[in-house]
């Protein structure tokens, strides 16, 4: 089973930046990306990279001013998130799919708080 180990969340004032990372312990997966929940919300997705190369989804409200990668390795994926706001508060997951397009191992999640 893929274990995988976020890092970088943080608080920050809106209009801030922070960048999450997310290490995989092996390279087994097509795809790898990141959800968010918010308190008293569901879990929701917010962008997505596959190993082939294809282009990078993201979520409408995320659009434009996050960005997510890899390293050339493929074993980390980052989240660079630019022009917080304080509806991006949330808890963070990383998550992986051994085969696209299907949602397979989750990390245990990292805080973003986003103050206004």
């Known amino acids: 089973q893929v274990q995988l180990v976020e890092s970088g969340g943080g608080l920050v004032q809106a209009g801030g930046s922070l960048k999450l990372s997310c290490a995989a312990s092996e390279r087994s997966f097509e795809l790898m990306g990141w959800f968010r929940q918010a308190p008293g919300k569901e879990r929701e997705f917010v962008a997505r990279?596959?190993?082939?190369?294809?282009?990078?989804l993201y979520a409408d409200a995320v659009k434009g001013r996050f960005t997510i990668s890899r390293d050339n390795a493929g074993n980390t994926v980052y989240l660079q998130m630019n022009s917080l706001k304080p509806e991006d508060t949330a808890v963070y997951y990383c998550?992986?799919?051994?085969?696209?397009?299907?949602?397979?191992?989750w990390g245990q999640g990292t805080q973003v708080t986003v103050s206004s």
């Open positions: 998550a992986a799919g051994v085969k696209y397009p299907s949602w397979s191992d």
């Open positions: 990279v596959l190993w082939s190369g294809a282009t990078a």
